[in-house]
């Protein structure tokens, strides 16, 4: 059975930092791009980042550049995204999504598998 289960969000003040984790199981995780993606509320989805499968490579929104660091451990089947400066617009269910190529787009169902997300708030 295919799981993906995030973890690590919560509420934390403007100019903080989280970090997210997603753990995975029941596929190859080491051949699998993985993604994460966000949803604010009233709002569309919006891609994030990707990382590779050896995770050499990595890709982020422009909003997000610079203050968000994506990273793997395929020994642990498990995918971090590490945010830091965070600003109340980064108040969004966070969710992480595995394909085989990086589709890199905002529709969850475009992904083989995703998780059911975590919510990070952020607010004073």
């Known amino acids: 059975q295919v799981q993906l289960v995030e973890s690590g969000g919560g509420l934390v003040q403007p100019g903080g930092s989280l970090r997210l984790s997603c753990a995975a199981s029941?596929?190859?995780?080491?051949?699998?791009?993985m993604s994460w993606l966000r949803q604010a509320p009233g709002k569309g989805p919006e891609w994030v980042s990707v990382?590779?499968?050896?995770?050499?490579?990595?890709s982020y929104a422009d909003s997000v550049r610079g203050r968000f660091t994506i990273s793997r451990d395929n020994a642990k089947k498990t995918v971090y995204l590490q945010m830091n400066s965070l600003k109340p617009e980064d108040t969004a269910v966070y969710y992480c999504?595995?394909?085989?190529w990086g589709a890199g787009t905002p529709v969850i169902e475009d992904y083989e598998y995703w998780g059911q997300g975590t919510q990070v708030t952020v607010s004073s």
């Open positions: 990382i590779n499968t050896d995770g050499g490579s990595t």
């Open positions: 029941g596929f190859t995780f080491s051949t699998y791009y």
């Open positions: 999504a595995a394909d085989e």
